[in-house]
């Protein structure tokens, strides 16, 4: 088993930042791939980064990409989320997600652990 705990969340002003932080504890952390995935109100959950077990490899929705950055600190079994740039769109709960895969995926179903969630609001 593993625990994910989200923090960072908050409201913050279109063009702000705000940095998400997840703190996994229970199995070994560097044995999982990471993910963060938002859900807006009245819509399905979707990917937004992951990162691979190594910190090595990422990859990002498109609608996110230059704006946020995901990376993983594994002696401190945390996984960060900085999101620049923050839009309304932006608005969302999200969530970190482990994976018992070492390589990144976007699948939500290849994910086997989930944090509660961390609300993000960005105000116009």
């Known amino acids: 088993q593993v625990q994910l705990v989200e923090s960072g969340g908050g409201l913050v002003q279109a063009g702000g930042s705000l940095r998400l932080s997840c703190a996994a504890s229970?199995?070994?952390?560097?044995?999982?791939?990471m993910g963060w995935f938002r859900q807006a109100p009245g819509k399905e959950r979707e990917f937004v980064v992951a990162?691979?077990?190594?910190?090595?490899?990422?990859y990002y929705a498109d609608s996110v990409k230059a704006r946020f950055t995901i990376s993983r600190d594994n002696d401190k079994n945390t996984v960060y989320l900085q999101m620049n740039s923050l839009k309304p769109e932006d608005t969302a709960v999200y969530y970190c997600a482990a994976s018992e895969r070492t390589g990144w995926t976007t699948l939500l179903y290849e994910y086997n652990y989930w944090g509660q969630g961390t609300q993000v609001t960005v105000s116009s």
């Open positions: 229970g199995r070994t952390f560097s044995n999982y791939a």
């Open positions: 990162v691979s077990w190594s910190g090595g490899t990422t």
